[in-house]
């Protein structure tokens, strides 16, 4: 199984991004996906997760309105776009993988990770 997360990089306050995170190995349908993020020095926090279907998402408090989570089974890939992007939003973000209808924001709760790619946001 692999999740290969791409997108990442430095963007000025106000700015957007898209991440990308492409799926192997795995019958992608199957998962429900997540996003956490990790910022130096802090624990790795939820930021949005989706259902496998792609039918019900969940966000957290600080990204809600601004990052959208969504995902194209057929292509095995889960994205996560961005707007009006925050010097707090800068942190390495992870795509994780949950063997489970259902998502959770749990991050122990994901049985695969991706590498992680680092979005840097300027003020």
């Known amino acids: 199984v692999q999740l290969q997360a791409s997108g990442g990089g430095l963007v000025q306050a106000g700015g957007s991004l898209r991440l990308s995170c492409a799926a192997s190995g795995l019958t992608f349908s199957s998962y429900a996906m997540g996003w956490f993020r990790q910022a130096p020095g802090k624990d790795r926090d939820f930021v949005a997760a989706?259902?496998?279907?792609?039918?019900?998402?969940d966000y957290a408090d600080s990204v809600k309105g601004r990052f959208t989570i969504s995902r194209d089974n057929a292509k095995m890939t889960v994205y996560l776009q961005m707007n009006s992007l925050k010097p707090e939003d800068t942190a390495v973000y992870y795509c994780a993988g949950r063997y489970s209808g259902r998502y959770s924001q749990v991050f122990y709760e994901y049985a695969y990770w991706g590498q992680g790619t680092l979005v840097t946001v300027s003020s």
């Open positions: 989706i259902s496998r279907s792609g039918g019900s998402t």
